[in-house]
């Protein structure tokens, strides 16, 4: 099995000599971006705008609705998004709207706006565009209720966003933009309005900075429809910033009609494939500099980044973050064989800059904190203790100072936040069958990995507790769900017998019926078969091609490591 999986996964890189993977088609993204194509020039989008719409009607269920992915069990969003967009072309499935009218209890706009703010809480990254997309489609007719963005905070430099509780998180400064206009320039007429007009015009000039040269906001369909149709509700059909999220939206459509989550996860899934083969790759050399080449060598203007890190895509519309600068730093000790070099330092230096008062890493900006996305989190700040671990010896001395210090600040981070049972709940990722969609079986076998780098007495302790919760999760058919539970997958059950293999305190006969549990699917051939564990903006599935491949590949390596060493 070992040895098929390796060459699978070495047949997948692309041209260029990295991997690219591929992500699950999404009813929202698809929705949104057929609805943006269509205001922004209905005619010269006409062949995408009726394509996507047939994709839609293709895979809404039975009952009328959606989920995230094909995969993905039907919610409010993905319906009401994909029903707004039909809405608009004037052929609203009569199942969808019943569906969302007893969702809501109701089709009013009160009883619409009510639901959703209600999904989403405090938080409008997403809350604020899915209702203003169904004001401008006109399945909401009413403006007044919709919540106005505070676009004019878009002015004051980026150093000042984290102390101002702005309602979005820190990646989604261009929605705040425009939906804010859009809303302004919408809902109902005060005395302030004259005032706000005054910051519109500069806060589109941000806007258009912010925006990457290929038009695509963090490389999102979402995002990017949600700005274009924006602009264009509020008068700016013809801006520079509409003119090229249309050419993004062009470019990024698949042949079915449908659009990803995201372009791709090239940064992400390369590290990976590169820890999955344990740098036993072709051209090497060339993919050593594809992964030193893809780090930000300057200062990013959508988070305000320094240099250094890495994004999950080499493509423009990324922005570098912690788990992918985290990711690239493991594969370029791999493939550099531990020798240090300027881009493991200037990566670690970022890394160290990111760390939140807290001792926790957050994804993107230090110190936003206030909504779920931009606090810290355990897979990510145990990602980073690897990054930490892996380079120290090589760093000069005042960063190898630094990182001790570091390194303790994240353990005990680390040891607070652990739950009673031993678990931690990560961010990134989670389980669709569980009821809250979290997955601490996934979040604690990514801690209990990493912590098992560390020779720290506290990294140690942790880690114990933590393989106890994930030898207690292991169900009868020997594989792992997202908790105690849930429905084995292949995706979590590698994950955990990854940290299993390396952990001091684990069961080998909880390892072999979990490598049964792989071995059954790989003879069923179902162990590829896509597995919906990424979470997305306000919480949105999609699954990635490569995960399966990687996380099993990971594991088996990992386990047979453990095994080379007991025989010797």
């Known amino acids: 099995m070992t040895a098929s999986l390796g060459e699978q996964l070495k047949a997948r890189r692309s ?36 394509a996507g719409e047939q994709w839609l009607l293709r895979t809404m269920r039975a009952d009328g609705v959606w989920g995230d992915s094909i995969e993905s069990p039907p919610n409010m969003t993905a319906t009401l998004l994909s029903y707004a967009s039909l809405y608009a072309s004037g052929a609203p499935p009569p199942k969808t709207r019943a569906f969302l009218a007893a969702t809501f209890g109701g089709m009013t706009d009160e009883r619409i706006i009510a639901g959703v703010l209600a999904c989403y809480g405090k938080d409008l990254t997403f809350s604020a565009p899915v209702l203003v997309m169904c004001a401008l489609a006109g399945v909401i007719k009413s403006w007044n209720d919709i919540p106005q963005l505070p676009f004019e905070l878009s002015l004051l430099p980026q150093r000042f966003f984290r102390f101002l509780q702005l309602p979005v998180v820190s990646y989604a400064i261009p929605a705040l933009i425009a939906v804010g206009i859009l809303r302004h320039r919408k809902g109902k007429k005060t005395w302030l309005c004259g005032l706000r007009e005054l910051f519109a015009g500069k806060s589109l ?13 963090l490389e999102a369909a979402p995002l990017t429809a949600f700005v274009a149709m924006c602009l264009c509700g509020a008068g700016c059909r013809d801006h520079p910033v509409t003119r090229q999220a249309g050419r ?73 973050d912690a788990d992918d600068t985290a990711g690239n730093l493991v594969a370029l000790h791999i493939l550099q064989d531990g020798k240090g070099c300027p881009e493991a330092e200037r990566g670690v230096q970022w890394l160290l800059d990111l760390q939140n008062r807290d001792g926790g890493m957050p994804t993107f900006c230090k110190g936003w904190g206030k909504l779920p996305f931009d606090r810290s989190s355990p897979d990510l700040s145990a990602h980073s203790l690897t990054a930490f671990e892996l380079w120290h010896d090589s760093l000069p001395e005042t960063l190898q100072r630094r990182c001790a210090k570091s390194k303790v600040r994240l353990l005990r981070w680390m040891k607070k936040t652990q739950a009673a049972d031993g678990s931690w709940i990560p961010l990134w990722f989670g389980d669709q069958d569980a009821p809250d969609g979290h997955s601490p079986v996934y979040g604690t076998a990514v801690a209990v ?39 084995s997958k292949v995706t979590l ?34 162990l590829l078969r896509p597995e919906p564990v990424g979470l997305y903006f306000a919480r949105l599935w999609y699954s990635e091609e490569l995960y399966n491949l990687t996380f099993t590949l990971t594991a088996l390596n990992h386990i047979r490591a453990i095994h080379a060493e007991e025989q010797v």
Not at 211 to 217: D, K, T
Request: hydrophobic share 40%; proline share 6%; charged share 20%.
């Open 205 to 217: 000039k941000v806007l258009e900075k912010l925006q990457p040269v290929n038009g695509g906001f």
């Open 449 to 487: 990995e990493h912590l098992c780098h560390s020779r720290h007495p506290l990294a140690q302790e942790i880690s114990a507790k933590g393989t106890g919760y994930l030898l207690s999760a292991q169900n009868a058919d020997g594989g792992w769900g997202g908790s105690k539970g849930l429905p």
């Open 15 to 50: 041209p260029e000599g990295i991997w690219r993977g591929a992500l699950s088609s999404s009813a929202i993204s698809t929705s949104v971006s057929v609805f943006a194509l269509r205001l922004i020039d209905r005619e010269r989008y006409g062949k995408q705008i009726e």
């Open 493 to 526: 059950t590698a994950r955990t017998l990854s940290a299993l293999a390396v952990s001091p305190d684990t069961d080998r006969e909880a390892i072999g019926r979990g490598v049964a549990f792989l071995y059954g699917h790989f003879k069923a051939n179902t």
């Open 248 to 320: 993004f939206l062009l470019e990024t459509v698949r042949p079915d009609g449908a659009w990803p989550i995201d372009t791709d996860l090239a940064c992400w899934v390369t590290a990976l494939g590169v820890k999955a083969l344990k740098g036993d790759v072709p051209d090497r050399a060339l993919l050593l500099e594809k992964i030193k080449s893809a780090a930000f060598a300057f200062k990013h203007p959508f988070t305000g980044a320094r240099p250094g890190g890495w994004g999950w895509s080499d493509l423009p519309g990324a922005a570098p």
